[in-house]
C-alpha cells in the first residue's frame, strides 16, 4: 500500500536505505518509493554503496533506478562501516592511525560517490567511541585533524561535510558540537541534527533547533521512549513532542530534507515507513 502525502514547500520527509539492509540499493530505492517518500537517504557502507567498489556502472545503475521512480537523493550516510567492521569503526579517533586512515579514506570516497550522484551532503560520525585513558582534549584535536583534511576535499567535489552528535561517542550534544564548530573553518562543514539523539542526551527540544539552525543542514528523525534509551522508534510511538519539534524546524525558514531513520526495523522497513509517514504528516504545522 502506497501513502500519498502532500507536502509543503518547506518540509520534506525521505527514507534512510539503512532500513533495508537485507535489499540491495535497487530494491531499495523501490521500495522507498512504494512507500509513498520522495526522497531517499543512501548509505554508504554494504550492501548498498560501499563507496571504494562502486564502479562507474553501479553508480549509472542507481542514479537511473532514483529518477525512474522519481527519487531525490537527501543524503548519503557514511556513519557506518559495517564493511569493515560496525556502525562506529574504525572511528575518527582510533589509536592506530592506520585504522583511523580507513575512517578519512572512506568519507573522502564518500564525498566523491555524492558528487557523482548529486547528493548535497554526506553526513559522519561524532568522533566515535572514547577508548579508556585518552584525553576528551586529545581525541577532539586528531578528530579535527582527520575532518580537516576530509573537509578540503569536501571543498573540491562539492558536497556538505555534516557530523552527527550521537549518545555515547565523542559528541554527544549541542554544547560538544558547537565547541567543535568552532575550532572548524570550513563553508563545507555542517551538522545533521538527529532528533531523537538530542532528546537521549536531554537537550530540549524544540529549543536546540533555533540554537543549531545556522549549522543545520539535514535533520535524521524518529522517536524515542521516555526513558530516553537511545532505541530509534518509529515516530509518534516515543515521548518526543515531534509536531512541536517540526513546527520549529519550519520556523527556522528549513528548506532541505528530513529523513526517516529506523535501522532498527529490518523485518519490515516498508509497514514502518508507511507508519512514519502517516505520522508525521499528521503532525507536521501547516
Known sequence: MRVEVELTNVLRFAYSSNAYRRCTAGEAIDHIADVGFKGMELMADEPHAWPSDMTPAGLDAIRGRLDDRGLQLSNVNAFMMNAVQ???????????????????????????????????????????????????????????????????????????????????????????????????????????????????????????????ASLTRHYHVEDIAATRVHEHLIPGRGAIDLGAVLEAIGATDYKGWITVELYPYLDDPDAAGREALDYLSRVMPS
Not at 548529486?118 to 582527520?146: M, N, S, Y
Open 86 to 212: 560496525d556502525f562506529w569503526h574504525p572511528s575518527w579517533i582510533e589509536s592506530d592511525p592506520d585504522f583511523r586512515r580507513q575512517r578519512i579514506q572512506h568519507t573522502m570516497d564518500a564525498l566523491t560517490m555524492a558528487a557523482s550522484l548529486g547528493a548535497p551532503c554526506i553526513t559522519t560520525e561524532p568522533g566515535g567511541p572514547l577508548d579508556d585513558g585518552v584525553p576528551r582534549e586529545q581525541a577532539l584535536d586528531i578528530f579535527v585533524k582527520g575532518l580537516n583534511e576530509a573537509l578540503s576535499h569536501a571543498e573540491a567535489v562539492g558536497v556538505q561535510l555534516l557530523v552527527e552528535p550521537e549518545p555515547g561517542l565523542l559528541i554527544e550534544n549541542a554544547d560538544q558540537f558547537l565547541e567543535l564548530a568552532d575550532r572548524i573553518d570550513s563553508p563545507m562543514f555542517g551538522l545533521n541534527f538527529d532528533i531523537g539523539h538530542f532528546y537521549c542526551v536531554a537537550d530540549p527540544l524544540p529549543e536546540t533547533v533555533g540554537r543549531l
